[in-house]
């Protein structure tokens, strides 16, 4: 019977599935509560014929050759995989999968909500209530900045960036998005595409939904902050990196943009301190798909996957689909 890996405590509906699929004693859940160290996951790997790794876990060509030649697949519990080296899992005829579609919505209202807290102030407003400051109703007391009517711009316009653009058709919101590798979208949600000089120039908010990759890498850094608005607020629930964390702190301090709410950070769990101490920054540590619902669902979709593989059927959400 093969032996299956998961690299940290993931919902029932997952476990369960792989547990019936091929019993409880040959999926092996990582004891620890956290990240697993590097030394831990090389070792919990051997001998593994499938592993479920989550974001946190850096799944290389050292990992996979420590799982030995016996590995036949990798599932990601999570749609992004920039921790995947996909090339070295292809070069080893590994498929890698992913769980797409499910967290969508989900991502989206993240992004929606941290949007709305950014632009109105209110994780500031909690900490002034929670310190025992507030002291009434007062006319010029902690004011936001509209929502409804504005310029979004969305930068990366897959599943979860149109889902950005319908959440706004209800706030009555031009919306505008960059995304070379999708010139068009859905006519119904009234989205144009542009140049990145004219999303980082005419939006009131910036929400990023692209994917980790080489040329996304800082692609918000000290050119782009100057070439925002100052009134401009900057979203992130894709990847940290994707922002230069550093710059935009000092854009934030020196009021070069207005504010940022940001879900992920470039090494997460560390934060720049410099953000750390920026009332106008919204920080939540990446609740993107954080729902009983949609983290019970990857779960199952992850399991399914590998369910796929070691039964010699094709896995239904292959990365790499070249290696089957
Ligand atoms: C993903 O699936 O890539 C998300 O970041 C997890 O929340």
């Not at 019936?20 to 996951?41: K, M, N, S, T």
């Not at 979208?185 to 939904?209: G, N, Q, W």
């Not at 782009?224 to 401009?232: L, R």
């Not at 094709?314 to 070249?322: G, M």
Request: aromatic share 6%.
């Amino acid at each position: 019977m093969p032996r299956i890996v998961v690299c940290r405590m993931i919902p029932d509906a997952g476990l369960k599935l792989l547990r019936a699929a091929f019993g409880e004693e040959h999926v092996h859940v990582a004891p620890q509560d956290g990240p697993i160290e590097r030394d831990r996951l090389l070792d919990a790997v051997r001998g593994a014929d499938a592993l479920l790794p989550i974001l946190t876990d850096r799944v290389d060509g050292e990992a996979m050759d420590a799982a030995g030649v016996g590995l036949r697949v990798i599932a990601n519990y999570a749609v992004g995989y920039n921790n995947i080296d996909v090339a070295a899992a292809t070069e080893r005829g590994i498929p890698v999968t992913n769980t797409p579609g499910v967290l969508t919505d989900t991502t989206a209202d993240t992004a929606w909500a941290i949007l709305m807290m950014t632009a109105r102030r209110f994780g500031e407003a909690e900490r002034y209530v929670r310190a025992g400051n507030w002291g009434g109703w007062g006319p010029m007391q902690l004011l936001g900045v509209d929502v409804h009517g504005k310029t979004l711009g969305i930068f990366g316009m897959g599943r979860i960036g149109q889902a950005m653009a319908w959440r706004a058709q209800g706030f009555r919101m031009r919306v505008i998005y960059y995304d070379p590798a999708r010139p068009e979208v859905d006519r119904d949600l009234a989205a144009t595409a542009v140049d990145k000089p004219t999303l980082l120039a005419e939006s009131d908010f910036i929400s990023i939904h692209c994917p980790l990759m080489p040329e996304t890498t800082h692609a918000f850094g000290p050119a782009e902050f100057a070439a925002m608005k100052p009134s401009a607020c900057l979203i992130n629930t894709a990847r940290g990196p994707v922002v230069d964390e550093a710059a935009l702190a000092d854009a934030l301090k020196s009021g070069t943009i207005h504010a940022a709410g940001l879900d992920v950070f470039e090494d997460e769990p560390a934060i720049h301190p410099k953000l750390l101490d920026c009332e106008n920054a919204v920080l939540i540590p990446h609740l993107g798909s954080a729902t009983e619902e949609t983290r019970g669902k990857m779960a199952r979709i992850a399991a399914e996957n590998i369910v796929a593989v070691l039964t010699g059927k094709r896995p239904p959400n292959c990365v790499n689909p070249e290696v089957l």
